[in-house]
């Protein structure tokens, strides 16, 4: 009997030590994520609890970009498609692409991205995810409802691993910029004071209203991004296109909130907080502004910086994609955003390409990726480059060194060095990380400019 008991409470006190000290074993799973509104100048969740996100961008997941994506077209993605659809039609492109969606993301990149610390994912996604044309038209299930099955995979895998989700439209019908990221350099007619223009900005509309509708009261959807840097530098634009922008993001606003009165809504200022309508213009609540951060030296950041101070709004401001360009280092960049509560995502997750797997572009990068040959290529081929050799865990990709050296900030960290000496002086991170950095960032310098020497070339570099 005493041997029994003694049996019995070492099996009880193994399973304690176990479920106590060996939670990589157990799931990431919370049991509740708590929905994220406004409060001010901060995000809180449901609780009245402060939230900072801290994460990164899915980047190339619903729209490919030929610098980092598996595809080389410096225009834009729009033409291979068009291409695709000339020669296999239009489903057996949508399966296609389908399948490179499937593999490009996958479970352990989910996983990867919680065991650095981090709490969000932005996702960038394109109209054509979802429609197959620009006119509105859903594909939809077997029961005739709008197919946002792959969207819900997504968020099922992000509550899984305590993520927040961020939905990014990152490509618009119409195109809300001239940049080829959002689908074709050089086009954008979003806009256009004419008829066209006008349908364009009633598809996006609707898109939103929508998607609001289907995920109201999802409480792992941290906020809806309503377009992805709308006008751009707009170099070649007069004025005018601004109020037209203006109002549209009212509309989608009205339209998210006939449907959904509780989701963040995001509005993208890019460059500077005066790109955009201050909240009382139009009476916008639950809201946070975005910018993106590319610029060329750390006191140029701190100017920034300032005019998001400088601009009043009361709404949180949230960093949705930055890279430290020129004399900008990596490490000023994370210790200001932390130490003002800016909510951040690096840009981007995974690339593949010429260093890529050294550039710290990526957290994951790949350098042996095959690029689809989209004119020739049977549909077999394409499918096999679309395959399984696109998953992080295919063999093909390595982790790189800013992975690590990232996960030092996501806890908020604020590196007051480096804050003081405006970069020349850095303490976060080992040494190794630090000089490993250094020399990663000169690469991807080359491997940038020899892209801009590419698309000067090809007349797509705005």
Known sequence: MKKLLKSVISILLSSFI???????????????????KTQGKIIVNSNGEEVVLRGTNFGGWGILEDWFCPYTNPAGLDPVYNTLVERFGAESVYDLFKEYRSNWITEVDYKNVSDLGMNVVRLPIWYRNFQSDDNGTWYRDE???????????????????????????HGLPGYQNDYDHCGQSK??????????????????????RELASHYKGETAIAMYDLMNEPLG??????????????????????AVREVDPDHIISMEAIWDPSAIASPEVYGWENIVYQE??????????LRKCGEI?????????????????GLTTFGYL??????????????SYKGAGPNADKSPWFLYGSNNIEKIDYENDSYEELMRKFGRVLRTDGGQFSKNTFADYCANFTGGLVDRATL?????????????????????????????????????????LI
């Open 18 to 36: 176990l479920l106590t000290f060996m939670p990589s074993f157990y799931s990431y799973a919370t049991d509740e994520m708590l929905m994220l």
């Open 187 to 208: 086009s954008m007619s979003l806009f256009d004071g004419t008829d066209r223009g006008a349908r364009y900005r009633e598809v996006v509309i609707d898109f939103w």
């Open 292 to 301: 993106h951060l590319y610029d060329i030296s750390n006191p140029t950041i």
């Open 309 to 325: 101070k400088r601009s009043g709004y009361d709404a949180p401001f949230y960093i949705g994609e930055f890279y430290p360009r």
């Open 233 to 254: 530098t707009n170099i070649t634009r007069d004025s005018s296109f601004q109020r037209v922008f203006w109002d549209l993001c009212n509309d989608i606003y009205k």
């Open 334 to 347: 994370f210790s200001i955003f932390n130490k003002r509560g800016y909510s951040w995502t690096t840009w």
């Open 420 to 460: 003081l000496t405006f970069g020349f002086i850095e303490t976060a991170g080992t040494r190794e990380q630090r000089n490993a950095m250094f020399v990663d960032k000169l690469t991807a310098i080359k491997t940038t400019v020899l892209d801009w020497i590419r698309k000067l070339k090809t007349g797509d």
């Open 143 to 169: 029961s005739g409802n709008i197919d946002f099955s792959e969207l819900d995979n997504v968020v099922s895998l992000c509550k899984k691993y305590g993520l927040y989700l961020i939905i990014d439209l």
